[in-house]
């Protein structure tokens, strides 16, 4: 496990700005701890000499002087950790925010929604004690001890010599100790993880589980996942404490062997006693930030655990945006393999090609989406229906060509497209709210007449619902993720409407209130697209885009 992963200079900009004055600190710290030895060394070989207390006075107020030096440099070392693990951390969140957004929900879809929550949340969290506690001590250690030994050497170079021969002991002793660590830590991770996964799961679907009597098992699942988690985390703390125990061993030896070197040279007359004090109170002070850094090993693991998993989301979000999503043919140049209406009159999809590694769903596909007409798209399960809405959506990585009005469109222009998803996803709040979501300034107008057109007359814009749905029953939730595409559709002037089954919770009565709908989208001279396999939906469309399974190939 690296200390420091160079990918923390590169995301958080702020990381730079505190090595930058930690270092800073660091050398005033140094040189405080330096000042220190020395006057108090002078005090105590004047003081035996037989000086009076007038003539240390000067000394002793220096000494003093030095010390709020040195508790200054410590307070603002702090303070600099502090702020430094707040701004860092909210630099990260808010990039891997943008990171997941850039990556789509095709992205999202193959890893653990879970964890990668947790990474963000709880999982940054711990850079607090990374930065407060570890990263100060590293850049002191870098510092500081070069600087000391070298004043050892300079005063007493028979010292200097046993203080660099056994510095290197602590780490070695931190090197094996972090392997270690780092094993253990990042089982206590995945153990974390999966006990936050378990704990939503079984929170989401509580009522189902209590309807079927099996909540009492899943109690026990949590139980056991939360025991096994209990169990690494005292792992990590009797791994620490031996480890802080052997780091001070170490230490401990090799300032006494430094000590009873001086001693004996001292009763021998071979070494003053200015010099022999001095070394003497620097020796431990080329020890203590090692020491530090070892006994604060353990709270870099978390930061690093969390941290990693974050610039590897930065990582995929950075390749993604390097490497093309879509083989785009210049658009005055494509020809449109098959026969295509005029790209002018609407969306014209060209050469359309979605694979999963070596599964390939859809393999150039040409469709047209004409404006003023309903388009279903049918086929059955594992066609590439989803697959299909995902590229138009910029989701999923694919090859082809989509042209508007003969316009080519770019992986990141979504403004001429409104959608509403297979599934009803409701955000904490309104109707309204969820209606116009993504609109600064709302018109509640627009959104009752949304509702109203997709048959949502009976449900109240001031109806409170949360994350889940709940508030409203399944059609309705259905009814308005329909409204807030046609709200959007509206608002933007978006020139294509796509719906992912949008009657699949509806019943026959509010399904053909929902064909008519489209007609009306349609007649506003936008292209509709529905997905569905019902059957009064495709008998309603103009066209149908009817999909087939398609086989796997070799890479």
Known sequence: MRPVDPRLLRYAAAARAFFVSGGLLALVQTAAVIGFSFLVTQVIVRAIAGEPLDALAPTLLLLAGVVAVRFLAGWLADVNASRGSA??????????????????PGWLTSRNATAVGVTTGPGLDALDTYFAKY?????????????IVVVIWWQDWISGLIVTLTLPLIPVFMVLIGWATQAVQTRQWEKLSRLSTAFLDVVGGLSTLTIYGRQHRQAARIRAVTDDYRSETMRVLRISFLSGFALELAASLSVALVAVSIG??????????????????????????????????????????????????????????????????????????????????????????VRYGDTVVIDGLDAQLRRGAVTALAGESGSGKSSFVAAMLGFVPHSGELVLDGRSLSSGDRDWLAWSGQRAVMIPGTVSRNVTLGDEAPDETAARAALDLVGGGDIRLDT?????????????????????????????????VVFDEPSSALDAATERDLIGSLRVLAGEDRAVLVVSHRRAVLDAADEVIRLRVAEEVGP
Do not use: M
């Open 87 to 104: 701004i860092v951390k909210s630099e990260l969140r808010g990039r891997v925010l943008t990171a997941v957004t850039q990556l789509g």
């Open 135 to 147: 990263l100060p001590q590293l850049v002191l250690t870098a510092i500081a001890t070069p600087l």
């Open 264 to 353: 004996v040279r001292l009763i021998e007359g071979g070494l003053g006693l200015t010099v022999g004090l001095f070394v003497l109170l620097l020796a431990p002070e080329a020890f203590l930030p090692l020491r530090n850094v070892g006994a604060q090993f353990h709270a870099a693991a978390d930061g690093v655990a969390a941290s990693s998993e974050v610039f590897d989301i930065l990582d995929a979000a950075s390749a993604a945006s390097t490497e093309p999503t879509a083989a785009t043919p210049d658009a005055a140049s494509a020809a449109p393999a098959g026969p295509l209406v005029s790209a002018a009159s609407g969306l014209a999809v060209r050469g359309l090609g």
């Open 464 to 496: 409170l619902i949360d994350s889940s749905g709940d508030g409203l029953s399944g059609g309705q939730a259905q009814r308005v993720a329909s409204a807030r595409a046609v709200y959007r559709a509206r608002r933007l002037d978006c020139a294509v």
